[in-house]
T-cell receptor, first 115, second 116 residues
Framework: EAGVAQSPRYKIIEKRQSVAFWCNPI?????LYWYQQILGQGPKLLIQ????????DSQLPKDRFSAERLKGVDSTLKIQPAKLEDSAVYLC?????????????FGEGSRLTVL | AQSVTQLGSHVSVSEGALVLLRCNYS??????LFWYVQYPNQGLQLLLK??????LVKGINGFEAEFKKSETSFHLTKPSAHMSDAAEYFC??????????????FGTGTRLQVML
């Protein structure tokens, strides 16, 4: 079974530029999450989708971050304009909606460096 | 809202020694608890999980954890450390249900160093 796919793995941009990350979850997983992991910290939830609807985006800085999951499968996370403090690893995770025990499957992450 | 606290951002042990990584949780309802491991430049991999069945949970790579409600703890242990165990370990909590309840809330992580 293929895991969660993310791209690009690494991205370096200058502040005020824009960037987009892509995630393809495990086939059949209805729930998709984007987490931000700043160096030395634990992952922090940015947004949670169930199918193509947003369940929780309370921690998403909506003035610069946006995310979509138009067809309920893959998802894109965009940052525009980027700030220095957005340097982090962006982790995508997915979960089968029937898995009530909360186990998430993670991709390898997209590492963003903002100069 | 639920949360976890990991005591010790860095733990160093000798190869063959006992590994003990500490995690305490806070939750107003019965929690689900998880330990994830993260190797350099990789995503998070599930080590083990507690989902209200047996309080002593065995995971991969010889790790285990015990859920202690009276102490609100879920410490991770391994009897004998191996060099390959060097990684970042995260404790996480969620609660039963779908929607926002299904999200994982992570601790700040503990970096395990294994010395020869």
């Amino acid at each position: 079974e293929a895991g969660v796919a993310q791209s690009p793995r690494y991205k370096i941009i200058e502040k005020r530029q824009s960037v987009a990350f892509w995630c393809n979850p495990i086939s059949g997983h209805a729930t998709l999450y984007w987490y931000q992991q700043i160096l030395g910290q634990g992952p922090k939830l940015l947004i949670q989708f169930q199918n193509n609807g947003v369940v929780d985006d309370s921690q998403l800085p909506k003035d610069r971050f946006s995310a979509e999951r138009l067809k309920g499968v893959d998802s894109t996370l965009k940052i525009q304009p980027a700030k220095l403090e957005d340097s982090a690893v962006y982790l995508c995770a997915s979960k089968a909606v029937t898995a009530n025990t909360g186990e998430l499957f993670f991709g390898e992450g997209s590492r963003l460096t903002v100069l | 809202a639920q949360s976890v606290t990991q005591l010790g951002s860095h733990v160093s042990v000798s190869e063959g020694a006992l590994v003990l990584l500490r995690c305490n949780y806070s939750s107003s309802v019965p929690p689900y608890l998880f330990w994830y491991v993260q190797y350099p430049n990789q995503g998070l991999q599930l080590l083990l999980k507690y989902t209200s069945a047996a309080t002593l949970v065995k995971g991969i790579n010889g790790f285990e954890a015990e859920f202690k409600k009276s102490e609100t703890s879920f410490h991770l242990t391994k009897p004998s450390a191996h060099m390959s165990d060097a990684a970042e370990y995260f404790c996480a909590v969620s609660v039963s249900g779908t929607g926002t309840a299904s999200k994982l809330t992570f601790g700040t992580g503990t970096r395990l160093q294994v010395m020869l």
